[in-house]
Structure formats: structure tokens, C-alpha cells
């Protein structure tokens, strides 16, 4: 049995205005499972996921991670669990304009305590970035940009990647880019927790979560399990083969 990463019991957000924005989520996800959340506008998917990585804390309920209970961590010890557990990607590649793509890679590693520009050269590598190491954002494309985010995302080799609709500002040909460079992330053991629009991005990972005001609606599996053969087709073989 997968050892379980993630488990919220009973999350509860309520904001100021009084909007319930989650009612009483319930959840479980596995280390290295690529999990898809779904749901429309206003359902509660970015503040799940906001509450998931320690950006905002719910009215009620509790969220494990790892077994140590987040929700009851103060702000300092909120900040070094995202430091040391997750990497975030976000619609808006939310760049420093005037770093270079090693320099934006190596902040995040500045707030992990270690910032080696080889190491931020070698993830950058790794996202196909060779040839854009001393590029601003504004002299890359946005296919380009969200892939120094996701570099910057992985620097610190975290175990959960929390993705907000990654190819959301990005054309086909980039999202494709972006989706592969997950999907070779969800290879390498990383845990990711993706927000998307779009079923056919959602089909690409493991399960799809579906969210309606703040409830979970649905949670399927998207691997289809192989059927039974037909009674009948097993026993007709068997005769043919004297069995």
C-alpha cells in the first residue's frame, strides 16, 4: 500500500464575508500520485490548494502532510514547511522582471539557505533552458517563463508540487511542453496536485477530483481497469484446448 502524503479531515474555510468557500473536505493522496482538481469558478480548488501548501489556513479541520498536522504550525514554521516540502507553479509565472533565469531560479534557493548558480543552471537544463540561462522574463516567450517557473518550482527537490492552472496562459505547443516536463516530474516521485479547466489536461494524471461549492462531487480514477473476459470466450478456448 502507497504511504499517504497528504490527508485533510473535515477542511472547513470560511472568510470573512461569510463565504464557504470548502465544506468539509476529506481527502487522501498518495506519495508520488499526480492528483487533478477540478470544479467550476468559486468551487474551492485554489484555496484547497492554497491551504495544502501553507499560503492560508481553514476555519476548521486539519490537513497532515507527511503525518505532522500543518494547520497547527505558526507562521514561521508555515514558512519553512513550504520551503522544504513544496514547490509551487502558478497561472502567472509570478517572475522577478529584472533577474535573469538563473538569478530567479537561485531566489528560491536563496530562501532554502543555499543558492549555487551551477545548481540553478543544471535545473534549467533540465526544463530545456540552456540556451536562455541569462535571459530576462521579458526576452523569453511565455512557454519559456513558465518553464523557469517550474525550474524554480523543483530547485529544491521538494516531495509535492502544487501547479494552479500551469498552462493556463500558455498556447497549445507550450502547454504540451509544460504537461511533459510534469508528467517527467510525476516519474522522477514527485507528488503534484494540479488545478485545470480542462478535462484533457486532466486526463493526464492519475485522478480527477471534482469540486462543487465546496465539496468534493466526485474523485475518479482515470486508468481504465481491464475487464473480465467473457465466461463463455474462456470456456470455448478451453474446449479447443482440451482442457
Aim: no cysteine; glycine share 8%.
Amino acid at each position: 500500500m502507497s504511504k499517504v502524503v497528504i490527508k485533510s479531515e473535515n477542511l472547513t474555510k470560511v472568510f470573512d464575508n461569510n463565504t464557504r468557500a470548502l465544506n468539509g473536505i476529506n481527502l487522501t493522496i498518495s506519495k508520488g500520485e499526480w492528483v487533478t482538481i477540478m470544479g467550476p469558478s468559486g468551487s474551492g480548488k485554489t484555496t484547497l490548494l492554497n491551504i495544502l501548501g501553507g499560503l492560508d489556513k481553514p476555519s476548521n479541520g486539519t490537513v497532515f502532510v507527511d503525518g505532522k498536522d500543518i494547520t497547527k504550525l505558526n507562521s514561521r514554521l508555515l514558512t519553512k514547511y513550504r520551503r522544504e516540502n513544496i514547490g509551487f507553479i502558478f497561472q502567472q509565472f509570478h517572475l522577478v522582471p529584472y533577474l535573469n533565469a538563473v538569478e530567479n531560479v537561485m531566489l528560491a534557493q536563496y530562501f532554502h539557505s543555499i543558492a549555487l548558480e551551477q545548481d540553478a543552471e543544471e535545473v534549467l537544463e533540465r526544463v530545456g533552458l540552456k540556451e536562455r540561462l541569462t535571459h530576462l522574463p521579458t526576452q523569453m516567450s511565455g512557454g519559456e517563463q513558465q518553464r523557469v517557473a517550474v525550474a524554480r518550482a523543483i530547485a529544491n527537490e521538494p516531495e509535492i508540487l502544487l501547479a494552479d492552472e500551469p498552462t493556463g496562459n500558455l498556447d497549445q505547443t507550450n502547454g504540451k511542453v509544460v504537461l511533459d516536463l510534469l508528467e517527467s516530474l510525476h516519474k522522477e516521485g514527485h507528488t503534484i496536485v494540479m488545478i485545470t479547466h480542462d478535462i484533457n489536461i486532466a486526463k493526464r494524471s492519475q485522478r480527477i477530483i471534482k469540486l462543487i461549492d465546496g465539496k468534493i462531487y466526485s474523485d475518479k480514477s482515470t486508468r481504465v481497469k481491464s475487464k473480465n473476459p467473457d465466461k463463455k470466450i474462456l470456456k470455448n478456448i478451453s474446449k479447443k484446448i482440451g482442457g
